[in-house]
C-alpha cells in the first residue's frame, strides 16, 4: 500500500490524500462502511458502488467465528467470497473480544475467550490474528490491541498501553516474516491507545512509530468520553503522527465529530451509525436527522432530501418509507441504509473538494452552522 498526501489546508490540519492498495486507489479522507460480517446490513455490494463507497470494512473477531478464515482464503478472499471489488480494510477483533467482559481471559500472551455464538474457547495471540488476516486477504490489516474502557484509571490505561505496544511489536515481526497467501499486498497499522491521557498516548506514539507501521489508527474512543476529550487526543493524535502516513480515526462517526476530525488531520473513519440508526427509521440530511416513524411524514411526500442523488432520494418519499417501517416491510431498511451511506460519502467527498480548493474552513463551517444536531421536528 502506498499513501499520497495530496494538500494540506492552510488554516486547518485538514488533507487530501490518495490510497492506492492492491485491490485499488482510495481517495481521502474517507468513510468505510461497516461489513462487519462481509456484509454491510441490508446493502448490496451494488448499493454500495452507487452510493459512492470504495473501501468497507470486516471485523477479524467475526469472519473467524463464522464461517471461518480457511474458508474465505479458499474462496479467494473475502473480495472474492462476498463479490466486492474494491479495497477492504479488517479490523483485529481486539474491540469485540475485549467487549466480552465476562466471556474472556487476557494476558500478555493473548486473550482467551468464549465464543458469543457456540460458547466454544478459543485464543487470539498478535500473531494469530495477523495469519487470520493474511488468509481473509483484506488491504489493510489491524493488530491485536487492548482497548482501554472509559472510564479507567491512568494505572489501568498505561499497562493496557504498554501491552498493546508490545503485541504491536509481535504483529509486525510476524506480518513482516510472512507472505500473503492470496498473493495481493497487505499493509499493517499499528493502533494508538492510552484512554483520555495525553502522556499515555504520546507513549503510544512514540513506541509504535519506531516500528514504522503502514498507517496509524487511533483507538479507544467514542467510548462514552465527553467530546471534548475526544477531540484533545483526536487533535494530539493528529499534530504527532507522521504526515506521510494515513491516520485512520477507528469508530468515531457522528457527522459532525467526522468533520471535526478532518479538520484535525484525520484521514480514514468507519462506525455503524449510519446503517445502524437507517435500519432504526432515522436518516441523515444535511440541515439534521430525521426520524421516518413519526407522523409527521404521514402524508410528506417530498424525498428524504431534494439534493441528495441517492435511488431512495430520486425515487422514494417520506410517506412511503415511513409506510414501509410502520408495516415493518424490509425495504425501508434497504433504502434508508442506501441514503444514509450516501450521504455519508457525499460528506467526506465535500470534505476532500474543499480541501483541494482551499476552502475547507468555509465550508466546515457553513456545514455545521445549517447541521443540526437533534432530530428535525
Known sequence: MKFKLEKTDTQSAAR????????????TPVFMPVGTQASVKTASPED?????????????????????????????????FMSWPHPILTDSGGFQVFSLAELRKINDEGVRFQSHIDGSYHTFTPELVVDIQRSLGSDIMMVLDECAPFPCTHEYALKANERTVRWAERSI?????????????????????????????RQSMQQLLKMDFDGYA???????EPKSAMMNITQLCGDLLPKHKPRYLMGVGKPEDIV???????????????????????VFTWIGRLVLKNSQYEKDFQPIDAS????????????YLRHLFQAQEILGLRLATIHNITFYMQIVKNAREAIQKGIFEEWKNQFLNNYQMTEQV
Open 16 to 27: 487530501s490524500g490518495q490510497l492506492h492498495t492492491a485491490h485499488g486507489k482510495v481517495q
Open 48 to 80: 454500495l458502488e452507487q452510493a459512492g463507497a470504495r473501501i468497507i470494512l470486516g471485523n477479524t473477531y467475526h469472519l473467524y467465528l463464522r464461517p471461518g478464515h480457511r474458508l474465505i482464503e479458499e474462496s479467494g478472499g473475502l473480495q472474492s
Open 260 to 282: 471535526h476530525a478532518i479538520s484535525l488531520g484525520m484521514d480514514m473513519f468507519d462506525c455503524v451509525i449510519p446503517t445502524r440508526n437507517a435500519r432504526n427509521g432515522t
Open 173 to 201: 515481526t510476524h506480518f513482516r516474516a510472512t507472505k500473503p497467501p492470496l498473493g495481493k499486498e497487505q499493509a499493517l497499522f499499528g493502533i494508538v491507545q492510552g484512554s483520555t491521557y495525553e502522556d499515555v498516548r
Open 308 to 319: 441528495c442523488p441517492c435511488y431512495t432520494c430520486r425515487t422514494f418519499s417520506r410517506a
Open 218 to 224: 487511533v483507538g479507544g474512543l467514542a467510548v462514552g
